[in-house]
C-alpha cells in the first residue's frame, strides 16, 4: 500500500504546484486570473472551490489509505480459505452521519457562495457604454459596432476593442450553427445560438489584449476560431472608433498598383467581403474595411503581417482546411497588387 | 399430460448427483452454431455483454490514443480536422453507450440470477434479443467508420450542425439510427432487470436483503425506462428533420435548436448516474467481502441509490448554463447539481467506514475498489465544481469537464468493473485471476490513468477549450498535453496487462473452487462455473449475507442450501411476491429460441432500409419483425401459456 | 386444485416454509408478461411524456401566434375520442368475461373493438387530410402531425394486438385461468386510449384555453 500513498499523496500535491504556478504570464486562456469586472468575482469562488476540492480529496484519500494499511490483516489470503467475518463494532454508522452532516454543511456554504456570485455578475455596477453585437460565422466572429446612429455604426470583425474601464454590452447571435463566446479573463461562457440572441456584458479593468477562443463545437475550423479583445485607454479607443467610421481611401493619390488592387480586390474579393468605399459589399465574409488596424487574420489564427497576408491570400485551405473562403488563383502580380491595396486599408 | 395442470406440489428435497444430472439434460443449452445464437442462458448473455462490451473499450481507446498523438504537440497535422471530429465523435458514442452501460448490463445479466438464487432472468428470450440489438447498433454505428462517414459532431450531437444544411452526409443518419435501435435493447435490458428483481428472488429473500449491486442495476434499470424515451425521441425528431424537412431543430423555420439540448439532457444526464451506480452497487458488494465484514448502512446507501437517481432526472439544465438562461433557473438547477453530491457522498463514507470496522485482506481487486473510493471522490468533486453556475461557465466545455467526465467514467466505471472483474472472473471461468499481475497491471492503470487526467485538470484551468483537433503554441497547453498523451499510453499498456491476464488465466489460471473469496451472497454457494441451472435446489434465504450468518449470528434462523424447492420437472423457476419473497408461482421458462435472433435481424434490416432510404426494405422489415415477434410470443404448452382444460 | 389441502411444514436450515401446491405459470395478472408489461407502458408513458414537453416547449417559447389560424376543431376529434373511449369500454369488458371463461363473448367484444380502433383509425387519417398544412410546412404542423403519428402508430400496434388476441381466443388458447395474454395486449389498449385523452387535452383544448 505504500506506493499508493505516495502515489495518491503525490500527485494531489502536484496538482497544486500546478494550480498554484498558474500565475505564469503565458496563459493566455487561464481563468485563475481576472481582468474584469465580470471575472473578478468569480476566480475567488474558483479558487475557493479548488481549495475545497484538494481538501476533501486529500482526507478521503488519507482515510481510505490509512484505514486500509492499519486496518489490514498480515495473514496471507488462501483461495477458497474460510476467514473470519465481523459483524462490525456498533455505532459506526456515526461515520456516515458525521460525513453527512458536514457534507450538507460545507455544500450549504458554497450554495451561499455561488449564489451571491451570480447576483454579482447579472449586471454592471454602472450603464454600458455601448452595445456590440458579435455574430458567429463557421468559423470567425462578425463584430458590429452600434453607435448612436447608423452613420456611427461600423463593422469589423475577430477584434473587439473596448474602452478600459467601462462596461459595454454585448448582444450575441449566430449566422449558422451555436458558437460560443468567451474570454476567460474578462468573463465566461455566453452562446451564441441561431433564432436567438443573447445579452451579456463585458468589462477590461485595465489595459491590455485578451484572448477568446469558440468554446462550442461549431465544425472543422472549431479549433481555429479565437479572438481577441483589446482593452484601450478612453481617447484611444475614441480615435480608434472615429477612425473605423471612415471609408477606404479613394483613388485620388493612389498609385497604379493600388488602383489596380482595388479593381482587382472588387472582382475577385468583394463577391464575399465589403471594404466600405468601394463597390466590394459581400456579406458572407469578414468587413476588411480597416483590415491593417488588426493584427491577426483568420480568427486570430496567423498574424497579419506582410508574410502572413501573403500566404492567407493565396492558399486560405492549406491554412484553415475546409473554412469557406477558397483558394483564388492570383499570379504574383495580382497577389502583389491586392496587398499593396488592402495595405491602404488603415 | 392429464387435464388442468394448473396447480403443482414442487418437490423439496436434497441436492444430490442424480437431480443435478437431470436438471443439467433439462436447461444446458443445445451444441453448435443453433445453440450460439439461440442460447437463453444468462450467464452466456452475460459473459457476450462483457466481451462485446470490452472489445468496444479497446476500439474507443485506439480512437483515443489516435487523438492524444494528434495533441501531444502544437500544430500538429497527423489527423485531418474532420477525422479528428469523427474520432471524438465515436470515442465518445462507444465509451458512454457501448462499452459504459453494456459493460455493467453484462456484470448484472450473469450475476442477478446467481445472487437471488434463481435459475435465469424473468425474460430470457427478451435477454438474448436486448443483447443481439446492442450488437446490431453496435455494428452498425461502426459501419460508418468504415465508409468514412462517421457522426461527427460528437456524442452531445448538437444542432444546427447536425442538420442537413451543415452534416449533409450520412454520418448523423447512422448515430441517429444506430442510437434508437441501441434504445431498444437498452430498454428491453431495463425492463428484464425490474421484473427479475420484483419476481425472481430465492423464497425469504426480502426486500432487505437483496445485494447492493443489485440495488444499483434495478434503480439504473427503472431509470432507464424513464430516460432513454427522451433521447430516442430527441434522434427521431433530428432524423425526421434532416429526412422530410420538418422543423423541429431549425431557427429558419420556427424550430428550436435548444430543444434538441433539452431532450438530449434529459436524457443525458441521468445517463450520467446510469453508467455509475451499478459499478457503486459492484463496489459495495465487493468491498466488504475484502473488509471482512458487512456493508456499513446497508439501507442508507440503497436509499441514496435511489435518491441520487430521483436527483438525477431534476439537472439536466446544468449542461446548459452558457446557452442565456433566466437566473432564476440557473439558480434552481445550481442547487439541486448541489444537493445530489449528499446521496453519493453516503456511499463513500460507507465504503470508508467499511474499511476503518473491518479487517482489509489486499487483493488486486481491494486495491481497486480502495482506490474507486479515491477517484470517485476526485470525479465527485469536480462536478460540484461545474455546479457553481459562475465557475461552471469557465470550466465550461474545457479540458477541466474532459478530466471531470474521465474521472467519472474510468474512475468510477472502469475501476469497478476492473475490480469487479476480478472478483467474478474465477465464478465465470472456474480459474483465479494471477494475483501477482494483477497488482502490476494495477499500479500501471492508476498511475496512467492519474498521470493522464489528473494534470488535464489543469489543461481546462488554463483554458483548453475541448473538441479542438490542434492549439497554437504559446498558450500553455503543449507540456501538459504531453503528459496527458504519456499517460494515455501507460493506462493502454496497464490494460493490455489485465487482457493479458484474463487470456492466460481463462487456460492455466489456479482452479477458483466454488468460493474463493469466502464471499457472503448467494452466487458463492455454487460451483465455479455455475450449472447451466445455477441452483440444484432453489436456496431459501434467511438474512442479507446467507453465506456469512452463522459467523454474523444474523437473520431469521439458517439459509438452507442444500435443501429446497427442486422444480425438475422441466424448466422451472420460482416467482416469488415483490417485497417479502414469498414463493408465489412456479414459472415454466423458455428454453433455447432462435426467434430473438431472427427478429433482430429483420429489426436491423429495417434500420439499414431506413438509412438508405429504402423504404420498401423498411415497410418489410416492419412486417418481418411483427411476424417474428408473433410467432416469438405464440402462447405454447410448454410454458403453461395455454388453456388445458376441455372447451365443451 | 383445492389449496385449502393441509399441506406439510417444510424445513429448510432450521426456518419453517410452507410450500404447498403451487400455481403454474402464466395466470391471469400473476405473469410475468403483465410486469413486463407495466414496464413497457411506463417508458412509453415517458416517450409521450417528451412528445407533448416539445409541444409545451415550443408553445411556451413563442406564444400564440406559434399556433395556426384555424385551432384543431372538436368535429371529428370529439367523435372520435368517444369511439375510442368505447373500444377500452369493450375490451375491459372483453376481459370480465374470459374470467368466467365465456369465450365465444370475449371474442365478440375483441372483435367490436377491432371495428372501433378501425373507425378511429380512419377518421383520424381522414382529419389529418382536412388540414390546410402538411407534416413540413411550419414548427407546429411537425409537432402536431408527429405527436398524432406516434399515437395512430401505438392504435396500429394496438390493432395488431388485438386481432392476434381474437384469433388466439377463437382458437380456443385461452381459459379463465390460461388468460395472461388477454389482460396483458388488453392493458396496452387501454394506455394507448389514456395516451389519447392527453394528446386530446393537450392538442385540442389547451390552445382554447388563451
Partial sequence: MKPLARATGGSVSTLLIMITSAAAGDTPMSYLESAGARAAPVTPLIWGLIYLSAAVVIVITLLVIVGSLKRRTTDAWLPGQRSDVERGGSGVLRWVYSGLIATTITLAAFVAWTMSTLAAIRSPDQAEQFTVHVVGHQWWWEVRYIGSSPSQSFTTANEIRIPSGRPIRLRLSSADVIHSFWVPALSGKTDLIPGRTNETWLEANRTGDFRGQCAEFCGQQHALMALRVVSLPGDEFAKWWAQQLKPAPGDTGASETVRNGRELFVAKCGICHTVRGTLAGGKIGPDLSHLMSRETLAANTIPNTRAGLSAWISAPQQIKPKNKMPNVELSSEELHAIRTFLYTLQ | ?648 | MSETASAPANVFGNQVLRIGPMRIGSRYRGSSGWWGMVTLIATEAFLFIYLLFTYAYFAIENGRAWLPAELPSFKLAGPNTLILLASSGVVWWAERQMRQDKRRRTLMALIAALILAGIFFTVQLMEWKSKPYQLASTSYASVYFTITGFHLAHVLLGFVILALLAVWTAKGLFDDVRMAPLSIGIAYWHFVDAVWLVVFFVVYITPRFG
Fill in chain 2, 1 to 648: 399430460m392429464t387435464a388442468a395442470r394448473y396447480t403443482e406440489f414442487p418437490n423439496v428435497g436434497e441436492k444430490s448427483r442424480a437431480l443435478e444430472e437431470k436438471l443439467k439434460k433439462i436447461w444446458v443449452s443445445k451444441p453448435g452454431f443453433y445453440g450460439f445464437i439461440a442460447s437463453v442462458d444468462h450467464k452466456e448473455i452475460g459473459i457476450r455483454y462483457i466481451v462485446t462490451a470490452f472489445a468496444f473499450l479497446i476500439v474507443g481507446g485506439v480512437e483515443a490514443l489516435i487523438m492524444r498523438m494528434q495533441l501531444a504537440g502544437p500544430n500538429q497535422n497527423i489527423v485531418s480536422p474532420e477525422a479528428y471530429a469523427q474520432l471524438f465523435s465515436m470515442h465518445g458514442i462507444t465509451m458512454i453507450f457501448l462499452y459504459a452501460l453494456p459493460v455493467l448490463s453484462g456484470f448484472s445479466n450473469y450475476l442477478f440470477p446467481l445472487v437471488l438464487g434463481t435459475r435465469d432472468m424473468a425474460f430470457p428470450r427478451l435477454n438474448a434479443f436486448s443483447y443481439w440489438v446492442y450488437l446490431a447498433a453496435g455494428i452498425f454505428m461502426y459501419v460508418s467508420f468504415l465508409l468514412g462517414s462517421a457522426p461527427n459532431d460528437g456524442w452531445f450531437n448538437y444542432v444546427p450542425y447536425a442538420d442537413r444544411t451543415f452534416n449533409p452526409g450520412p454520418n448523423i443518419d447512422f448515430y441517429a439510427l444506430g442510437m434508437i435501435l441501441l434504445g431498444i435493447s437498452t430498454t428491453a435490458g431495463a425492463a428484464n432487470f425490474v421484473v427479475t428483481f420484483f419476481r425472481m428472488r430465492a423464497p425469504g429473500m426480502s426486500i432487505n436483503r437483496i445485494p447492493i449491486l443489485v440495488w444499483g442495476t434495478v434503480t439504473v434499470s427503472a431509470g432507464n425506462l424513464l430516460a432513454v424515451p427522451a433521447v430516442s425521441l430527441a434522434f427521431f425528431l433530428l432524423w425526421m428533420d434532416r429526412q422530410f424537412g420538418t422543423h423541429f431543430y431549425d431557427a429558419a423555420s420556427g424550430g428550436k435548436p435548444l430543444l434538441w439540448q433539452h431532450l438530449f439532457w434529459l436524457f443525458a444526464h441521468p445517463w450520467v448516474y446510469i453508467i455509475v451506480l451499478p459499478a457503486m452497487g459492484m463496489v459495495s458488494d465487493g468491498l466488504p467481502i475484502f473488509c471482512r465484514r458487512p456493508l456499513v448502512g446497508y439501507t442508507l446507501v440503497v436509499l441514496g441509490t435511489i435518491t441520487t437517481m430521483v436527483l438525477g432526472f431534476g439537472v439536466w439544465v446544468h449542461h446548459m448554463f452558457a446557452t442565456g438562461l433566466p437566473y432564476m433557473a440557473m439558480s434552481f438547477f445550481s442547487g439541486a447539481s448541489f444537493i445530489i453530491t449528499v446521496p453519493s457522498a453516503v456511499a463513500v463514507f460507507a465504503w470508508i467506514a467499511t474499511i476503518w470496522d473491518g479487517r482489509p485482506i489486499i487483493t488486486t481487486a481491494f486495491l481497486y475498489f480502495a482506490s474507486f473510493i479515491a477517484m470517485f471522490v476526485i470525479g465527485g468533486v469536480s462536478g460540484v465544481m461545474t455546479a457553481a453556475v459562475p465557475a461552471d461557465l469557465q470550466f465550461h466545455d474545457t479540458y477541466f469537464v474532459v478530466a471531470h467526465i474521465h474521472y467519472v467514467l474510468i474512475g468510477i466505471n472502469l475501476f469497478g468493473v476492473l475490480g469487479a472483474l476480478y472478483v467474478w472472473f474465477p465464478k465465470m471461468s472456474g480459474r483465479l485471476l494471477d494475483e501477482y499481475l494483477g497488482k502490476v497491471s494495477f499500479w500501471v492503470v492508476f498511475f496512467g490513468f492519474n498521470l493522464a487526467f489528473l494534470p488535464m485538470h489543469w489543461t481546462g484551468l488554463r483554458g483548453m477549450p475541448r473538441r479542438i483537433y490542434t492549439y497554437p503554441d504559446g498558450v500553455g497547453w503543449t507540456g501538459l498535453n504531453q503528459t496527458t498523451t504519456a499517460g494515455a499510453f501507460l493506462l493502454a499498456f496497464g490494460l493490455a496487462l489485465v487482457l493479458t491476464n484474463v487470456l492466460r488465466s481463462i487456460r492455466k489460471g489456479e482452479p477458483a473452487g466454488d468460493n474463493p473469496w469466502d464471499g457472503p451472497t448467494l452466487e458463492w454457494a455454487t460451483s465455479s462455473p455455475p450449472p447451466p441451472y445455477n441452483f440444484a435446489v432453489i436456496p431459501v434465504v434467511a438474512s442479507r449475507h446467507p453465506l456469512w450468518e452463522e459467523r454474523l449470528c444474523e437473520g431469521t434462523g439458517r439459509t438452507s442450501i442444500d435443501r429446497g424447492p427442486q422444480l425438475d420437472s422441466g424448466r422451472e423457476a420460482l416467482a416469488t411476491t415483490a417485497i417479502d419473497a414469498h414463493p408465489d408461482l412456479i414459472l415454466k421458462m423458455p428454453a433455447d429460441d432462435p426467434w430473438p435472433f431472427f427478429v433482430t435481424i429483420a429489426l436491423a434490416i429495417g434500420f439499414i432500409g431506413l438509412l438508405l432510404q429504402a423504404w420498401w426494405l423498411a415497410a418489410l422489415s416492419v412486417i418481418a419483425t411483427l411476424a417474428g415477434t408473433i410467432v416469438w410470443l405464440w402462447p405454447r404448452r410448454d410454458l403453461a401459456q395455454i388453456a388445458e382444460k376441455q372447451h365443451v
